[in-house]
């Protein structure tokens, strides 16, 4: 079984920095994808940045240059970097795993960027 616990996010002003960590527990395996969704309020949840050591790091074109996904695999570990934050960046953040055919999920934590 796998666990996924999130830290991190907050509010924050348009332009400002925020970043959230991942701390994963269970059998975690360094070629397996981790990384973060997010859903905004009325909105469908989308893929925002994904880690794995075999494939590298993946972005959504919307934060392409402004946010950074790091994995530290010794600790079980992902980071998400955000800069340069934009209202439209305002979302519930989820953290996530993928293991074969099952997909784990945080619980979320929320980013707000205000105007």
């Known amino acids: 079984q796998v666990q996924l616990v999130e830290s991190g996010g907050g509010l924050v002003q348009a ?13 975690i395996f360094r070629d397996n994808p981790m990384g ?7 909105k469908q949840r ?3 940045a994904v ?13 392409k240059g402004r946010f950074t996904i790091s994995r530290d695999n010794a600790k079980n570990t992902v980071y998400l970097q955000m800069n340069s934050l934009k209202p439209e960046d ?6 996530y795993y993928r293991k074969a055919l099952s997909t784990y999920w945080g619980q979320g934590t929320q980013v707000t960027v205000s105007s």
């Open 15 to 27: 332009g400002g920095s925020l970043s959230v960590s991942c701390v994963a527990s269970g059998t």
């Open 36 to 42: 973060w969704w997010r859903q905004a309020p009325g």
């Open 46 to 48: 989308e893929l925002v």
């Open 51 to 63: 880690i794995a050591s075999d494939t590298g790091t993946n972005y959504a074109d919307s934060v």
């Open 90 to 95: 305002t979302a519930v953040y989820y953290c």
